[in-house]
């Protein structure tokens, strides 16, 4: 497996700020960073404004981050779109059968010390490492 500009410094600041904004969200508003829950809450619920809000910022920081140069990602030339497409298809029917995905059970749920979220964080990460090791993506 390749690990694309890995340090244990940007490890520890994006831990950081995502620990950060997960509180924040908690303390300010009173709501989880669940980004699964916060996405589907966007058709529903009454409170749209800042669920839409959430989102952009996400997709814009990165979107700079990125285009900075600072940071790359890996390409995903080698994929078929059928093939992301169905794997987005599948986390997104993961998240839903464990009723959240896993920035809100592996960091909101964890944090509050909640076993429930122990549990599907652990199933995440097997399924995660079944997949890899199954399919050999990870070269």
Request: include cysteine; hydrophobic fraction near 55%.
């Amino acid at each position: 497996m390749t690990i694309v500009n890995f340090t244990p410094w940007t490890a520890l600041l994006g831990g950081i700020f995502i620990g950060s904004s997960a509180l924040l969200l908690l303390l300010a508003a009173g709501r989880i960073a669940g980004i699964s829950g916060i996405i589907a809450g966007i058709g529903s619920m009454p409170d749209k404004r800042w669920r839409i809000a959430f989102v952009a910022g996400l997709m814009l920081m990165a979107f700079f981050l990125f285009d900075s140069g600072g940071f790359t990602a890996p390409s995903l030339e080698r994929f078929s779109v059928i093939r992301l497409v169905l794997a987005g298809l599948l986390v997104g029917i993961g998240a839903r059968l464990g009723n959240g995905c896993t920035s809100g059970h592996g960091i909101c749920g964890m944090g509050r010390l909640s076993w429930r979220s122990v549990v599907a964080t652990l199933v995440f990460m097997a399924a995660g490492i079944m997949t890899v090791t199954l399919f050999g993506l990870g070269a």
